[in-house]
């Protein structure tokens, strides 16, 4: 009996090591499926997904005076900042705040905002106004005379043809309608056509290198580097892996957060209610309920 005993804990034992060693195994082949997933993601990124693009020129002088020079078709354009991502607040309380893609400045103190769109709702017009109008307000301190306010440039590099014209460039100035002339107040739009092709063109060649997917193929060798380094090497794989997961973390969170402000504006839950249903701090909970009062 007392064998017998010893036999099925030990029976026990093993169906729970099993079952825990599943489980681990299980865990390390979700990984290994997620990273599959991953890397096929990253093979399919170009330069016109704002993720890559954004890595590609952060901090990098050398590639962001090719891109602004072409663009800007000039061969003395001189770049002394680059920063990828960097935010504009709205001074406004619950005013809406935007990200740069790319921020640039020239020897002159001009500045640059490039923004990559896939889609074409994504460079509507009223955006590029609104890009614009929050540059326009880091631009000055007080005192400053509104004369030495800089130029800005807001240039949009779009996957279609937005504009619908066939060209390559579209250049959007200010200009007084009764003398048909340049108002002159240094704010710049520019639409870029991202399917434009023509390899023999600078502007042609750069929006080829934009669509490309496989470095080997680029025109422009600063790109073809940098491309091939974050799709390509161990390094820069990591460096893409963990923005997707980012990314990802971001996705999941403002789900909770929508799903909070919905819960919040029927008025049927308690705050700490919601605090728990939707897994978010009792503290983030209520400050969405008193954005949505506001």
């Given at each position: 009996?007392?064998?017998?005993m010893r036999?099925?804990?030990?029976?026990?034992?093993?169906?729970?090591?099993?079952?825990?060693?599943?489980?681990?195994?299980?865990?390390?082949?979700?990984?290994?499926?997620?990273?599959?997933?991953?890397?096929?993601?990253?093979?399919?990124?170009?330069?016109?997904?704002?993720?890559?693009?954004?890595?590609v020129f952060?901090?990098?002088?050398?590639?962001?005076?090719?891109?602004?020079?072409?663009?800007?078709?000039?061969?003395?354009?001189?770049?002394?900042?680059?920063?990828?991502?960097?935010?504009?607040?709205?001074?406004?309380?619950?005013?809406?705040?935007?990200?740069?893609?790319?921020?640039?400045?020239?020897?002159?103190?001009?500045?640059?905002?490039?923004?990559?769109?896939?889609?074409?709702?994504?460079?509507?017009?009223?955006?590029?106004?609104?890009?614009?109008?929050?540059?326009?307000?880091?631009?000055?301190?007080?005192?400053?005379?509104?004369?030495?306010?800089?130029?800005?440039?807001?240039?949009?590099?779009?996957?279609?043809?937005?504009?619908?014209?066939?060209?390559?460039?579209?250049?959007?100035?200010?200009?007084?309608?009764?003398?048909?002339?340049?108002?002159?107040?240094?704010?710049?739009?520019?639409?870029?056509?991202?399917?434009?092709?023509?390899?023999?063109?600078?502007?042609?060649?750069?929006?080829?290198?934009?669509?490309?997917?496989?470095?080997?193929?680029?025109?422009?060798?600063?790109?073809?580097?940098?491309?091939?380094?974050?799709?390509?090497?161990?390094?820069?794989?990591e460096i893409?892996?963990?923005?997707?997961?980012?990314?990802?973390?971001?996705?999941?969170?403002?789900?909770?957060?929508?799903?909070?402000?919905?819960?919040?504006?029927?008025?049927?839950?308690?705050?700490?209610?919601?605090?728990?249903?939707?897994?978010?701090?009792?503290?983030?909970?209520?400050?969405?309920?008193?954005?949505?009062?506001?």
């Amino acid at each position: 009996m007392e064998r017998q005993m010893r036999l099925k804990k030990k029976q026990t034992r093993d169906m729970i090591f099993n079952e825990k060693a599943g489980d681990v195994m299980d865990t390390e082949y979700q990984k290994i499926l997620k990273r599959k997933e991953t890397l096929k993601a990253i093979g399919e990124l170009c330069l016109l997904d704002d993720n890559l693009m954004t890595l590609v020129f952060d901090r990098n002088i050398e590639a962001t005076e090719l891109l602004l020079n072409v663009i800007l078709q000039r061969n003395d354009l001189k770049v002394l900042e680059v920063v990828g991502q960097r935010e504009y607040k709205n001074p406004m309380s619950g005013g809406r705040s935007i990200t740069i893609d790319i921020y640039a400045m020239d020897g002159n103190d001009k500045v640059y905002d490039v923004e990559v769109q896939r889609a074409s709702e994504g460079a509507d017009s009223h955006r590029a106004r609104f890009h614009s109008s929050m540059i326009d307000t880091k631009m000055l301190k007080a005192g400053q005379e509104f004369k030495e306010i800089h130029d800005s440039y807001v240039i949009f590099i779009t996957a279609s043809d937005v504009i619908g014209a066939g060209h390559s460039l579209y250049h959007v100035n200010r200009m007084i309608e009764e003398t048909g002339t340049y108002f002159g107040d240094g704010s710049h739009i520019i639409y870029v056509n991202g399917s434009y092709k023509n390899d023999n063109d600078p502007i042609g060649k750069l929006m080829h290198d934009f669509r490309c997917l496989n470095s080997a193929d680029m025109f422009y060798p600063i790109l073809a580097s940098q491309v091939k380094y974050f799709k390509e090497t161990e390094g820069g794989q990591e460096i893409m892996c963990q923005i997707f997961e980012d990314l990802a973390e971001k996705r999941v969170t403002e789900e909770k957060r929508a799903s909070a402000r919905r819960m919040i504006a029927r008025g049927k839950m308690t705050l700490e209610e919601i605090a728990e249903d939707t897994d978010l701090s009792l503290e983030e909970v209520k400050e969405l309920a008193g954005l949505q009062l506001a």
